[in-house]
Every structure is written in structure tokens, then in C-alpha cells.
């Protein structure tokens, strides 16, 4: 396969938006990619974006990619839509990166785009619902429903369940961190730390939803989530977008100086393996090290799915940047913060500058991709060579129904 | 680029199944592609599921492809969920082909699959009705409403309109028949000739959904959709699902001496073009053809994207089967019946085997598949060597929102 550039990338700060609709969300972060990368809209050879919930928040079911991107007069070239929950834009680099290395075209966009929030919450609830099996949270609630309150109601149909499945998302997280504690002794402190460090990155980030500073005292006591989860270490709901231009060796000579490299490209997904089997985040973190031909310890920075402040913690193992059990330790040293050997989440993370689901895949590569050209400001890694993501998204039968690690150097 | 070859293909009958979900229709659909190819579950390295209406029919807006291929034992690797409207499993395919061509991976399933009925028939319509530019249509929905009737229900949000933007898509291609009728002197009699063939093919073919012979005079005497449109020139709304395995050369060596060969994959979107531009049928099949190497000429049979017997009709001209304005002389002369020297939807097309929008790509693929093996049983076409699938999606700007052509032979 060929070489793959990145050549470009935008986005716009993600927030609450109720007056604006995804075109708008997508023309934004799409100009900013194609200006970035110095290309004009008719040297776009494929285009592929990534949404999860626009068929449930605003009724765009179908041909979202055509419907944004014709509003801004792309036209004539293949679009892919692609939704892989909270990976789905992760998924259209991929398969951006993937017509590249394969020969097929030269010059293609990844985008990233999402509305979640809605007038009426019960549409952003059961979209976010949506990303583990329906039909069995559906008998969940259902059973739990006869026991308490009188059953959903059937109007509501896939949205019956919505707001217990999201909770159940937070309860998951919530038993992950549990179980890390109680295996490894790691603190409710240290988990509260992490969130302190991406709070205080996304300050740094002026695309960033959030951009408060807390100590560890303050995320501790703000509302409970979950024990041991709070507000403050849990990822907001959000509308945003991001894009990236990607190109052949070839084209990315003729563009810029500065390319960046895809070194590594891999999604898998969840599946029903034995005690001895590693997880999604071993397999998808083997995986991509194996591509790059790289190692964690070649990693100058890495943006990783904080949907809560646990899960960072434990894909600091997943992911090889400490033995497995000492997460904790990690994130005590220093060692992931800015100024550390290993920033994590140096734009805040999903924590602080949000998670508008399909969106949080492309703001990693955007954020790796400030970092690898040195443009990253107030947060900018000193000497950064090499940039890792990992975002994962739903959950079947426990465990993530989608992992992606991709791996970019300059 | 890899040679990529097609050794196994699956489907179900289309039909309406209240009673059977998601999950249900794949797996017969997948269990019937592995079987053909002889290739057991651990063998697939990736898959690629397109689905176009779940998120609205079923409320399963997320990672269905995890959900449905889970539950059959399927997992660990990696899983694109992609949709493009009616095109979504040509889409699906075209992904599959392009993971096997890069040389990323060498046995690759695509997957596609949809349910449209529901008890509640509303839900049917909203999910169909996403295949335009929704918030347009709710603006038009919401202007006509102002004149005749109360605006429509605000809780039904993206439901709204959805009775009126079927409706659209049924007029849109009466306009288009209107439109070859005044322009070539088309007659409404050789739309009916159309429907007559392929209810006729559908009547030899078990996996189709309706397979009832008529008339020219039935088809002209049932029920007025929007003239010259009758329902028998239509296709119906269904339940499907479709699957077909593909591998990289060597591979296919191994497991059959009957190996097919991908040919052309192409995919396109509508644009905004002046009158002299050709459309979107136009640019695809001239990029099929030039991928493939061959012409019209070379083609045994074609299956294409029939929603209504117009579509059909000047879909022959598109793909250089005759020239502009002479589809009618076409079905005239017999050329693309059963016998002819170019069949066209040997299946029964969407009018008669049926039209589950995210299942029709894989399902015209099953069909090309039989064909070119010789398995085509009453309905084959003696000596096939090449066959090419039209399958087209949504709508943008008066356009379809996307084309895709696939040409494979033998």
C-alpha cells in the first residue's frame, strides 16, 4: 500500500449550537481543513464522513455526507457515509486513508460532524442510547419498568430506554473503575487528577467546549455520577465537527513542506473471547504498533477516548504506556501532563473539549496533527515526532463494540 | 491494485416479515454467502455492513453491524457500518472490494440488510422520506401545510412530510417518464412492457418478493400512483438481506475453481452541473466501463436500480445499452427480456423481487453472481460472462444523491 500524507485539517469549537444545523457545522470545520491544506474543493477526489446520530437528532436518516457537503458545491465524487458510534469519524479517516494508500484516488476528506443537542433531550438521549443493542436494553427497561413504573411508552419505541441506557454507558465506566481500584488500589484521587490535567489542557484550547480550570478538590465534589464517577470527570454532550485532507506522497510533495505521516490505520471490534484473551484496547494498540513498525515508547503525545476519566486510566495500560495495574502511578508522575514525557490529551480530551460523538475521532487527528507541525500554542509538545489516537465507541455484550488507533509521524 | 474475486453470495427471500428483526434477516443472509464460498466465520477478516433506515425503523441508529454480526458469533475484527441510501450495500461491497484491492486484507464480507416494515407505518415512511435533504422538505412540507391544512405534528419531527417526501420521490420519476415520453415519443405502454418482464423474471426467481405474472393491460389498469406511474411499475417496500464474500486472488484459488472477477468498482455523487454536463447514470457508467476495460457491448446481463419501469427504461440509455431516446425501441424489441441478447433484472429487478433499500446493492450482486456461475436455474442466461450492477440512492437537488456501478465476469 502507499504512503499516506495529512496535509490538512479544521474544526470548530464544539458547544451547544441549537441554531445551527450540521451543514453549518460541517462548512466550518471543511474550510478549515481544505484552507489548512491549501487545496481547493475540486482537487477533492472521494469524500468520507463520519456521524452517528443525525438520523435520530434531526431526522437526516440518509445521505447526510451528500446533504451537508452539496450545500457547500462538492459534488461528482464518491461520498461514503460511515457510523461507527462514538468511532465513526476515526472510521472515515480510515477508509479516507484506505482509498489513498490503496492507489484510488490522491486526494480525499475525512469529516467528522455531529449535532446532539436538541430542543428536545429525549432525541439526544435515545440517539447516545443507541450505540449498544436496543432490542436488549429494550427488554432491560422493560423488565426493570414492570417492577417499578408503569412500562415505556410504545409511541416512543427507540427512544424507550434512552435516558437508562446512557446512565447504563456511565455505569459500565463506573464498574471499570471499581473494578481497577479494588485490583490495583488505585485512588478515586488519581482519577479526579486526570480530569484536573484535561480540564487544564482544554483551557489551553480555543476550540475546546469547556475551558475551566478545577482542582482535584473541586472535580471530587461536583455532583456524583456514579460512585466513583463525578460531573467533572465525565465527558459533556455536544455539537461539532472536524475534517481532515489526506493525500498521496506525490500530491503532499507538491502541497507542503511540513507532511505528516499515516503510519498506522486499524479499527477492529469487540468479540466474545476467554479469560486469556487480551481486550479490544490490547488487541487495537498490538495492532496498530505492529503497522507502524513503532512502540509506545515512540509516542511524543496521544489523544485517547476520556469519555471518562477512568477510561483514560486504563488505556494508559491498554495502550502500553505503563504496566498494566499502574495507570495510577502514571498519571501521579507527571508523566501524561504537559511538560511530562507522554502528554495526554493535551487538547483537553473529551472531558473538556467535549464529545460530539462522530466528531471526537477527526478532533484527535486534528489536535495530533497541531501538535506534529508544531502550531499547537500554549499546549504545544515540544519536539513532537510521533502522535498516537485511540477512540473507541458503543458497548456490546460489556466490552467496546468498536476500537481505532491510528499512529501519525512527522 | 489487487484482483479481487467474488466466491460466495447469500440472500433471503425479500418479503415482509413483521415477525423476524435485524438480526434474524443477516444471519440467513450471511450463513447462506458462507456456505456458497465455503468459508467458515474465523476465515473473514473484515466486514462491511450497509444499512440504510434501522436508526428510524428500529431505533438501532448505531453500530449495527456489531449487533447484528455478534450475535452470530462474529467479532474481533474490524466492522464499517456505511450507508448511502438505497445504495448503501453497493456501497457496502465497494468497501469490501477496496480492503481486498489495497491488500489490506484477503477475505472481506459485505453485508447488506434492511427492514422497512413496521406496525406503525409512519415509521416506514419517515425512514424512506430520509433519502432527500430533510430540512428542505420539512420547509416545503411546512409551506404547503400553511395553505391547506394545520402545520404538521411537531412532535413527529423527522416524521414530517415523510407521507409527502414518498410521495415526491414517486413524482420526481413520473416527471422523469413525463419528461422521455414528450422528448423521444416514449409510450406509457412500454413502461408497462418493462413491469411485464420483470414480473415475469420474478416469477421464476424464489428469493423474490412478489411473483405474480401480469399484462401490459394489468399493469396499465392497477392503481394510479402519479401518471404515467401505475403500482405495478413501482416497487414495493420490503424486508431483506444480502451477502456476498469476497477474497484476493490466491485465496480464491484455494476455495473454487468458479472464482468471479470484480471488474469495475465505482461509485459517484450528484453535482451541481450545467446543461451540457452529463448526469449522474452517465458519468458512473462511463467510469465502470473504463475501469473495467470492457463496453456496453461486452455486458450478458445487467441488473439495474428499476424503483419504477421508467427508471429501467432510461437507465438503458445511460449505460450505452442503446442510444439517447431509444430505451423504448429497446424493451420493444425484446433485447433485454429473458432470450434476448442483453437481460436486464433477470431477478425481477426492484419491482418484483422488491426493494429493501440498504439490502438491493448486495442482492443485484447475488443475482450477477448466480448468473455468471451458471446457478441462475429457469431465469438463466445461457453463456454469461460479464454482468454489471446499477444501483442508485436518494435524491439532492432533483439528482440521485448516488450511482454506483459494478461490472463482474467470469
Known sequence: MRNVAVVGAGMMRFGKYLDRGLKDLAREAVEGALESAGVDKPALQVAVVGNAAAGLVTGQEMVRAQVMLREMGLGGIPMVNTENACASSSTAFHLAWLYVASGMYDV???????????????????????????????KIVAAASADRKPAGDAEAGGAAGAGESRSLFMDLYAALARDHMRRYGTTKEQY??????????????????????????????SPAVAEPLTRLMC?????????????SEEKARQLTTKPLWVRASVLTTGQDHGPDDPGIGDRIAAAGYEMAGLGPNDVSLAEVHDATAPAELVLYEEMGFCPRGEGGRLIDSGHTSLGGKLPVNTSGGLISKGHPIGATGTAQLYEVFLQLRGEAGERQVK???????????????????????HILSV
Not at 196 to 220: C, M
Open 108 to 138: 480525499a476528506l475525512a469529516l467528522g460532524v455531529e449535532k446532539l443537542y436538541h430542543e428536545d433531550k429525549k432525541r439526544s438521549f435515545a440517539a447516545i442510547g443507541s450505540a449498544v443493542d436496543v432490542e436488549i436494553m429494550q
Open 192 to 221: 479526579a487528577r486526570i480530569a484536573e490535567k484535561n480540564h487544564f489542557n482544554g483551557s489551553l484550547n480555543p476550540h475546546a467546549q469547556y475551558r475551566e480550570r478545577y482542582t482535584v478538590d473541586e472535580i471530587l465534589a
Open 235 to 247: 465527558s459533556p454532550i455536544g455539537d461539532g465537527a472536524a475534517a481532515v485532507v489526506l493525500c
Open 383 to 405: 519536539g513532537a515526532k510521533v502522535g498516537l489516537t485511540e477512540n473507541g465507541g458503543g458497548m456490546i455484550r460489556g466490552e467496546n463494540a468498536v476500537a481505532s488507533v
